[in-house]
């Protein structure tokens, strides 16, 4: 992948995932103190789930854009998008501002995640994807470790609104230097993909319905802030636009798990759900239950995206090519028993630091599972249909982290998380005097049963063998 006819395409997309790798892990750190400063710990959860509520909506209209006009015009436009998000959050006064500038920012992020994926399905062979995919998880690598760091320094002697402020400087290094060898790249076609002209698809419907998903999902969570009797309302009709449009724009047989590119498509919504709504309140359980700094909070997850990169190297290699099931099985299991330890950590007795070292666990799964669904969607799909199933299999990631972010924080929010202190160090610990460890648990039980059930799913995503005769 780094050779003449693809360094510059490699530099490119890997330098736009570096942006968004250290945009994740920076605001990570800084979210706990964000939510504290604006007062706003009760929305905590929304502005995670409030990202993948928008991102719902662009992932779908990337994925006709890119099908009918290339992806480079959506890659564009998501990285500007992004920026602006970061900008709008980090000038809030106030939480509902800060979760607006979520939401800007989930638009670009829609928009670039599925362009990646269709630049490496249009632009490189089918020997070369696994090595771009370990590529995407080593770009994480750097972030992981020095972007814990660097916010939480920076949250702690400058403030939480320099993280969201310096970071749009990142977005203009792959915009302006990358983007003309991507519009070179990009337009080639690999050997072994046959040369054609994208399919126009212009089928409007899906445009609404991924609409309606996403005010779907908006009103459950609207639903889940308010916990009166009178919050059924909203949320029934979140549901009545929700489930239509899921089982409209995701592939036949998604929801009972059919061999193949449904299996491919839900599993890829259950990794993600379960590991990501218990990511979301790692930070938030150390430095409000165990009195840690934001530094160390998010240090704490940096061993997760060391092992992230590892296991997505490993399903890379080419002896594994057959056993991406057995692949995708260990890596929920893994995934399981990091997001279950996890809560040990709310024990005094139990060291934090049993909380990285569970996490280095979760990476790898996630790295092994995550990636090799990505290349098998990939070998799943014609090159015409690349743009369509890459926009499904993203739908189903961040439909899963709202649903299961968003109940997560009902729940947290419904047994007294929203009411965590504002102190940090050990006074939070002392004034917290433990409180409220039944509002984490009950976000990490639950995601950890999803991460098991994911197991069962990954047994279905080899097809049949077609009968001979």
């Known amino acids: 992948m780094l050779s003449r006819p693809y360094r510059a395409l490699t530099f490119g997309i890997v330098s736009v995932v570096l942006m968004i790798a250290f945009e994740a892990t920076a605001v990570s750190t800084a979210m706990p103190v964000a939510a504290r400063d604006l007062h706003g710990v009760g929305l905590y ?28 015009a959506p890659l564009s436009a998501g990285i500007a998008g992004f920026g602006t998000g970061l900008v709008v959050s980090g000038t809030a006064r106030a939480m509902d501002v800060f979760v607006l500038g979520r939401a800007v920012q989930g638009l670009g992020g829609g928009l670039v995640i599925v362009a990646l994926y269709v630049v490496v399905g249009r632009a490189y062979p089918e020997r070369l994807r696994p090595a771009v995919m ?10 992981s470790i020095v972007g814990p760091l660097v916010s939480g320094t920076v949250t702690q002697h400058l403030g939480w609104r320099w993280v969201f402020l310096a970071i749009p400087v990142l977005v203009v290094l792959p915009l302006a230097v990358m983007l003309p060898a991507l519009r070179r790249a990009a337009r080639r076609q690999p050997d072994d993909v046959p040369a054609q002209r994208p399919a126009v698809r212009s089928d409007g419907r899906r445009i609404w319905w991924a609409g309606a998903l996403a005010a779907g999902a908006a009103l459950l969570q609207y639903a889940g802030q308010d916990l009166r009797p009178l919050s059924v309302l909203p949320a029934a009709a979140g549901a009545a636009l929700l489930v239509p449009a899921a089982l409209r724009l995701l592939p036949r047989g998604t929801f009972r798990a059919a061999r193949g590119l449904p299996a491919v498509v839900l599993l890829r919504g259950i990794a993600a759900g379960s590991f990501f709504a218990a990511e979301s309140f790692v930070p938030l359980m150390l430095v409000t239950q165990r009195g840690l700094s934001p530094t160390l909070a998010g240090l704490s997850l940096s061993g997760g995206g060391l ?27 893994l995934t399981a028993a990091a997001i279950g330890t996890a809560p040990l950590a709310l024990a005094h007795a139990v060291p934090p630091w049993i909380v990285a070292v569970a996490w280095c666990a979760g990476g790898l799964g996630m790295g092994l599972t995550i990636s090799a669904l990505s290349v098998v969607l990939l070998r799943l799909s014609p090159p015409a249909e690349a743009g369509a199933n890459s926009a499904a299999l993203q739908v189903s990631d961040a439909l899963s982290n709202v649903l299961v972010v968003g109940g997560a924080g009902t729940v947290f929010t419904a047994l007294g998380g929203g009411s965590v202190g504002a102190a940090t160090g050990a006074a939070a610990a002392s004034a917290a005097g433990g409180g409220h460890p039944a509002a984490f648990a009950a976000v990490f039980v639950p995601a950890a049963g999803i991460a098991l059930a994911g197991m069962l799913v990954a047994a279905r995503l080899r097809t049949r063998p077609a009968a001979r005769g």
Do not use: I, K, N
């Not at 995670?48 to 992806?71: I, K």
């Open 134 to 143: 370990a590529a995407f998880s080593a770009s994480w690598v750097v972030p």
């Open 45 to 72: 959860a929304f502005a995670f789930s409030g990202y993948f509520t928008t991102s719902l909506l662009a992932m779908v209209v990337s994925g006709q854009w890119c099908d009918r006009s290339g992806p480079l």
């Open 307 to 333: 092992t992230w990169a590892l296991g997505s190297y490993l399903q890379s290699r080419p002896g594994l090519e057959e056993h991406r099931e057995w692949l995708a099985q260990a890596g929920m299991a």
